[in-house]
C-alpha cells in the first residue's frame, strides 16, 4: 500500500511539472496545480503525507513567480498556497503552518487590493490571528472589510465577528474621515507632522517630511500671484494630521529649486506643507514606510541625465575609454553609526564590513575606471536611507552601489546575492528586503504603490543588467580563491534605500555574516579586498559591455 501511495505522490509532481515546463500562459500552469490540488484531497493516504502538501503549495507558488504582476492568477495561486497551509495545519497542528497562511494572505491583500480574493484574504487572516490569541490584530483586519469592501462577499461575516456597535462606528468614522488602511489611525486619526529635513545642491533638492505615523496626503500645485509676490508653489495637504508645536515654520532652502518651505494647519483635520518653486523643470513626490515620511525631490533644468557613452575619438586608454560612460560611482556603505545592522554569532557588526568593504572599492575602482568615487560615508556615523540616494542623486552620479551582509534565522544559509529595484518576487527575498528596510514583512507589501509611482521613470532594465555583471564579477572573484562560495543569483525587491535614485542602482548582499564560517572570512581584509575586486570586475564588465552597445547603435 505504501508502494500505491509512492506512485501517485509521484504522478501528481510529474503531471504538474511537466505542463510548467511547456507552458506560457499562467492558465494551463494554474489548472495543472489546482487538478494536484484536488488529487491531494481526495487521496485519504495523501493528506496524511506532509510532503504531498508541500509539493502542491510549490506548484501553486511557481504560477505566481512566473506571473507575479498577473491580476488574475498570481492572488488566486497565493490564495491558494494560504488556504493549503491552512488545511495542512488541520494535519500537523504546527503553528508555523499558520503563519506562513497568514503571511500569503497578508501579501495577497497588499498587493492586490482591488482581486475578489482581498476580502477573502483579509477575513481568513483574521480568524487565523484569532486562533493564534492575536485578537486585535484580527479586528483590524475585518475592520478593514467594512471600510474598503463594503458589499463584498465576507462583508456580512466581519460584521457579525465586530458587532453592530463596532460597525456603526466604523461607518460614521468612514464619513468623517474616508477610508483607512488600518485600525490604528481609526482609533487615534490625527498624525503629527514631526520634522523636516533637507539636502540640496545645484540642480536637486530632497526634502523629507517626518510624520508620527501613516495617513494620508495629496500634492498639487498653486499658481504664481504676481500682486502677491507669490511664486507657483507645490502643497502638500495631510489630513488628518496637525502640526507639531515645536517645528519650525519657515525653512529657507539654498540653491534655487526650492526656495522656502512652509508648514501650517490649514484646517482643523488638515496640515500644509508649501513649497516655493525656484529654478525647477520637474518634482516627484513619494513616500516610505517605517517610520512614515513623506519625500520630495526636486531637479533643475539642466539636471542630467545619464550621459551617452559615445564612441572614442582617437587613441584614449582603456581606463579613459571607459570613463566616457561612468564618470561618477557613489557607493555606500549599509547601515552605521547607531545602526549596526545585523551582528553575527561572534559579535561582527555589518556596519564595519560594509564601510570597509566600501574604502577597499573605492580605491579598486579609481585605479580601474579612472572614476570619481564618493562614499556615502567615510566614517562610522548614522545615515537616513533616504539620504543615501540623496548624494547620488545631488552628485549626478551614473551609478549607485549600496552594499550589505545578509543575515537569517538559519545559520546555515549562505553565500552572495545581487538586488535591483522592484518588486519582489519570493518570500525569501521579501525577508532580506525586510531586514534592510529595518521594517515588517507585511509592511513590504505596502510599498507597492509607492513603487508603481515612481518606477515608471527608474533605471530598472539597467539596474538589472548592472546587478548581473556585479553578481557575476563578484562569485568568479571569490570561487577563485575561496571554497564553497554559493551562488544565489540576481534578484529584486523593494529597497527602500534604491528608491528614488536616478541612476542603474544596486543593492549586494556580500555573504551571510549569520552564518559562522562566513562570518569568520568577513573578519579578513583580504577577503574583504577580494568582495571589492569581484564588485570592481563587475562594473569594469558592465561598462566595457554598455560601451559596445552604444558604439553599435552607433553604427561602429
Not at 41 to 61: E, G, N, Q
Not at 233 to 241: E, K, M, N, Q, V
Request: aromatic content about 10%; some cysteine.
Amino acid at each position: 500500500m505504501c508502494i500505491i501511495s509512492l506512485i501517485i505522490f509521484a504522478s501528481l509532481s510529474f503531471n504538474s511539472n511537466e505542463i510548467f515546463a511547456k507552458s506560457t500562459s499562467p492558465r494551463p500552469q494554474y489548472s495543472a496545480a489546482w487538478k494536484a490540488y484536488k488529487r491531494l484531497t481526495k487521496s485519504p493516504r495523501l493528506r496524511k503525507d506532509r510532503r504531498a502538501w508541500l509539493k502542491v503549495i510549490r506548484a501553486f507558488r511557481k504560477v505566481y513567480l512566473s506571473w507575479p504582476e498577473n491580476e488574475v492568477y498570481a492572488p488566486k495561486s497565493l490564495y491558494m498556497m494560504a488556504r493549503l497551509y491552512k488545511e495542512l495545519y488541520g494535519y500537523s497542528g504546527r503553528k508555523k503552518d499558520l503563519r506562513e497562511a497568514i503571511e500569503r494572505y497578508e501579501v495577497l491583500f497588499e498587493r492586490f487590493p482591488q482581486s475578489p480574493y482581498a476580502d477573502d484574504a483579509l477575513y481568513h487572516a483574521g480568524v487565523l490571528y484569532l486562533r493564534m490569541g492575536q485578537k486585535e490584530k484580527a479586528l483590524s483586519y475585518w475592520k478593514r472589510i467594512i471600510l474598503d469592501y463594503e458589499g463584498s462577499d465576507y462583508y456580512r461575516k466581519a460584521a457579525r465577528r465586530l458587532g453592530k456597535k463596532k460597525v456603526s462606528k466604523l461607518k460614521a468614522q468612514k464619513r468623517t474621515y474616508g477610508t483607512r488602511t488600518s485600525g490604528d489611525v481609526l482609533a487615534n486619526p490625527y498624525a503629527v507632522v514631526k520634522d523636516i529635513r533637507h539636502w540640496s545642491e545645484k540642480d536637486y533638492t530632497r526634502v523629507v517630511i517626518d510624520v508620527s505615523k501613516n495617513t494620508h496626503y495629496h500634492a498639487g500645485f498653486l499658481s504664481e500671484n504676481r500682486k502677491k509676490g507669490l511664486p507657483k508653489r507645490l502643497y502638500i495637504d495631510i489630513t488628518p494630521a496637525r502640526v507639531a508645536k515645536d517645528l519650525e515654520k519657515k525653512i529657507v532652502i539654498s540653491g534655487g529649486l526650492l526656495k522656502r518651505v512652509r508648514i501650517a494647519q490649514y484646517d482643523r483635520d488638515t496640515a500644509r506643507v508649501v513649497f516655493d518653486l525656484g529654478k525647477t523643470s520637474k518634482t516627484k513626490v513619494f513616500n516610505l514606510e517605517d517610520p512614515f515620511r513623506i519625500v520630495v525631490d526636486a531637479f533643475g533644468e539642466k539636471y542630467p541625465q545619464r550621459p551617452l557613452c559615445l564612441p572614442p575619438k582617437g587613441k584614449l586608454t582603456l581606463a579613459q575609454q571607459l570613463g566616457l560612460c561612468v564618470r561618477r560611482i557613489v557607493v555606500d556603505a549599509g547601515h552605521g553609526g547607531k545602526d549596526p545592522g545585523a551582528i553575527g554569532p561572534t559579535g561582527l557588526r555589518e556596519k564595519d564590513v560594509t564601510l570597509k568593504i566600501a574604502h577597499f572599492l573605492k580605491k579598486e575602482l579609481e585605479k580601474r575606471l579612472n572614476a570619481e568615487v564618493i562614499l556615502t560615508r567615510s566614517t562610522d556615523k548614522y545615515l537616513p536611507l533616504e539620504q543615501r540616494t540623496a548624494i547620488a542623486n545631488a552628485k549626478k552620479a551614473d551609478l549607485f552601489i549600496s552594499i550589505h551582509c545578509n543575515a537569517a534565522p538559519n545559520r546555515r544559509l549562505k553565500g552572495v546575492e545581487t538586488y535591483f529595484l522592484n518588486f519582489a518576487l519570493d518570500e525569501e527575498a521579501m525577508r532580506v528586503a525586510a531586514l534592510e528596510n529595518a521594517t515588517s514583512r507585511r509592511r513590504i507589501g505596502d510599498i507597492k504603490g509607492i513603487l508603481t509611482k515612481i518606477m515608471k521613470n527608474s533605471k530598472v532594465e539597467e539596474s538589472k543588467r548592472l546587478s548581473k555583471f556585479i553578481q557575476n564579477g563578484l562569485v568568479t572573484t571569490l570561487k577563485k580563491r575561496y571554497s564553497g562560495i554559493s551562488d544565489l543569483g540576481v534578484k529584486q525587491a523593494p529597497f527602500f534605500v534604491l528608491i528614488g535614485a536616478r541612476m542603474p542602482a544596486v543593492l549586494t548582499e556580500v555573504s551571510f555574516i549569520s552564518n559562522k564560517r562566513e562570518e569568520r572570512r568577513l573578519r579578513s581584509p583580504k577577503y574583504l579586498e577580494a568582495i571589492a575586486k569581484g564588485i570592481a570586475a563587475g562594473i569594469e564588465e558592465y561598462v566595457k559591455n554598455t560601451e559596445l552597445i552604444a558604439n553599435l547603435g552607433m553604427g561602429n
